[in-house]
């Protein structure tokens, strides 16, 4: 494991200690998809959430795609015609609060819930750092030259890399420094490691 991997996974627990029914994140969306996605609420809202695409309809998304900040679920005014809110109640996932940063072109959104009492302005003063943290910790490799990626695309294929290197017109020698290279500007140790985060990047 990658050392901004180890980062990734500590910024998570500790997120978890703040948020008692879960949380949500999507790391650097870019064009309606995040580069990484994770979400530990309810399983059964999830199916519901999933099933219904409540994202496309989900004003807490709407509103950290609009604005760069924190607020409280409860704060937030947009219409929510399909009653999501309401339903998330049903769920245990009473209260909650959103904390949203980076630029609109490639924005991080973190959700956090509890089903209590409204988190306090510390507690979302702590969400917003760890936001921030995951932001910077998971951002995208955008320094890969064309032919990284394209090393990283023949490794992920199914062709042996002497095939491979012989069909782009270079040695299998050159093409392993591609991938090391590649390797290297992820911070992969890997190059497994480095295709996993590759696709994640969607890069490849």
């Known amino acids: 494991m990658t050392e901004r991997r180890r980062l990734m996974v500590t910024l998570m627990q500790r997120l978890s200690t703040v948020a008692p029914m879960g949380y949500g994140i999507g790391l650097h969306i870019r064009f309606a998809q995040p580069m990484y996605y994770r979400n530990t609420f309810p399983q059964a809202w999830q199916d519901t959430y999933n099933s219904n695409s409540y994202q496309l309809r989900d004003p807490l998304i709407f509103w950290g795609i609009a604005n760069s900040g924190r607020t409280r679920w409860s704060e937030i005014s947009l219409p929510d015609p399909f009653g999501i809110l309401d339903k998330a109640k049903a769920h245990g996932l009473t209260y909650g609060a959103t904390t949203s940063c980076g630029k609109v072109t490639s924005r991080t959104l973190v959700g956090v ?92």
């Open 113 to 204: 819930a509890r089903d209590d009492r409204e988190f306090t302005d510390a507690e979302i003063d702590v969400v917003a750092e760890i936001t921030d943290a995951l932001h910077e910790t998971a951002m995208p490799a955008d320094d890969l030259t064309p032919s990284m990626i394209e090393a990283l695309r023949l490794a992920d294929g199914q062709q042996p890399m002497a095939d491979a290197a012989a069909d782009i017109g270079i040695s299998e020698d050159v093409l392993h420094k591609r991938l090391s290279s590649a390797r290297s500007r992820l911070g992969a140790s890997t190059t497994a490691e480095a295709l996993r985060m590759a696709r994640e990047y969607r890069l490849i």
